[in-house]
């Protein structure tokens, strides 16, 4: 991909954000749910299409490894901040029954979303950086991740309580080699 490409695609990026966030904003206003929802919901990917952009150009023009170990630690700290929000969750939703419940499970679920959106942006650092002690990091915190939401799934299930998400969320982990034996070497 040649610059030229990639600024172009940046820009579309960016102007599908705009518009997808300006026209749910409407239809939030005009009472228009379902719309607004799938606006707001194609805003958000197109600003976690441009934050995993923003990741891979600081990791390429870091001016050294160490800047580099900082961008990760970071990013290390809200992911650990996110499985800190899956256990507070899950504690709350175990205290109460019924839809009360469900609406910190459904809390819980969108926090998983957010753990996971975060993991794919460290998949390409991982795969691109030539620093084994960076390689090495990133592994090591993609394996607590994955130990968490086993955990996390272990919990749901002695419980009582249900969630799809995060047992979709495993086996996206587990798909993908992630937090296997297989991606520590």
């Given at each position: 991909m040649t610059d030229d490409n990639g600024l172009n695609s940046t820009r579309a990026i960016l102007k599908r954000f705009k518009h997808a966030a300006r026209e749910a904003e409407e239809n939030l206003f005009n009472e228009n749910y379902q719309q607004a929802m799938a606006q707001f919901y194609d805003a958000s990917q197109s600003a976690d299409e441009?934050?995993?952009?923003?990741?891979?150009?600081?990791m390429k023009t870091a001016p050294s490894d160490a800047h580099r170990t900082l961008i990760i630690e970071f990013?290390?700290?809200?992911?650990?901040y996110f499985a800190a929000q899956h256990d507070y969750h899950l504690s709350v939703a175990q205290t109460l029954t019924g839809?009360?419940?469900?609406?910190?499970?459904?809390?819980?679920?969108?926090?998983?979303?957010?753990?996971?959106?975060?993991?794919?942006?460290?998949?390409?650092?991982?795969?691109?950086?030539?620093?084994?002690?960076?390689a090495f990091r990133i592994r090591e915190l993609l394996n607590d991740w994955v130990q968490g939401i086993r955990e996390l799934?272990?919990?749901?299930?002695?419980?009582?309580?249900?969630?799809?998400?995060?047992?979709?969320?495993l086996e996206w982990a587990l798909d993908n080699n992630i937090g296997s034996k297989e991606n520590e070497d």
């Amino acid at each position: 991909m040649t610059d030229d490409n990639g600024l172009n695609s940046t820009r579309a990026i960016l102007k599908r954000f705009k518009h997808a966030a300006r026209e749910a904003e409407e239809n939030l206003f005009n009472e228009n749910y379902q719309q607004a929802m799938a606006q707001f919901y194609d805003a958000s990917q197109s600003a976690d299409e441009m934050t995993e952009r923003f990741l891979v150009l600081l990791m390429k023009t870091a001016p050294s490894d160490a800047h580099r170990t900082l961008i990760i630690e970071f990013l290390s700290w809200r992911l650990r901040y996110f499985a800190a929000q899956h256990d507070y969750h899950l504690s709350v939703a175990q205290t109460l029954t019924g839809l009360p419940r469900e609406e910190w499970i459904a809390r819980l679920e969108t926090i998983l979303v957010l753990s996971q959106s975060l993991v794919t942006k460290l998949l390409p650092v991982l795969v691109d950086t030539d620093d084994s002690t960076i390689a090495f990091r990133i592994r090591e915190l993609l394996n607590d991740w994955v130990q968490g939401i086993r955990e996390l799934v272990a919990k749901l299930q002695s419980w009582g309580m249900a969630s799809a998400q995060a047992a979709q969320v495993l086996e996206w982990a587990l798909d993908n080699n992630i937090g296997s034996k297989e991606n520590e070497d």
